[in-house]
Nanobody, 122 residues
């Protein structure tokens, strides 16, 4: 089992910045990709950004140029630096890790954090 603990969400004015962090812990054998997703009320959960263990990144078009995902593999932690925030960015942000747990090393599973709320006021 793998647990993801998020922090950094909050309330910010449009144009401001927030930095989210997510640390994975538990019976981790390996972690492949880590990333961030978000979900606004009444909307489907969507990809924000992902980072592979090799350093590759992927961003939603809506956040390119504003958000930066980074990763510290030694700490099993992924970050999301969010700049130039817009009211449209308001959502619950969820950390995701695609990982293998000790005891299930042959099976790669998506694990999710509890979600952290980001609210951007206009």
């Amino acid at each position: 089992q793998v647990q993801l603990v998020e922090s950094g969400g909050g309330l910010v004015q449009a144009g401001g910045s927030l930095r989210l962090s997510c640390a994975a812990s538990g019976s981790i054998f390996s972690i492949n990709a880590m990333g961030w997703y978000r979900q606004a009320p009444g909307k489907q959960r969507e990809l924000v950004a992902t980072s592979t263990s090799g350093g590759g990144t992927n961003y939603a078009d809506s956040v390119k140029g504003r958000f930066t995902i980074s990763r510290d593999n030694a700490k099993n932690t992924v970050y999301l630096q969010m700049n130039s925030l817009k009211p449209e960015d308001t959502a619950a942000y969820y950390c995701n890790a695609r990982a293998r747990a000790v005891g299930s090393m042959w099976s790669e599973i998506n694990y999710w954090g509890q979600g952290t709320q980001v609210t951007v006021s206009s």
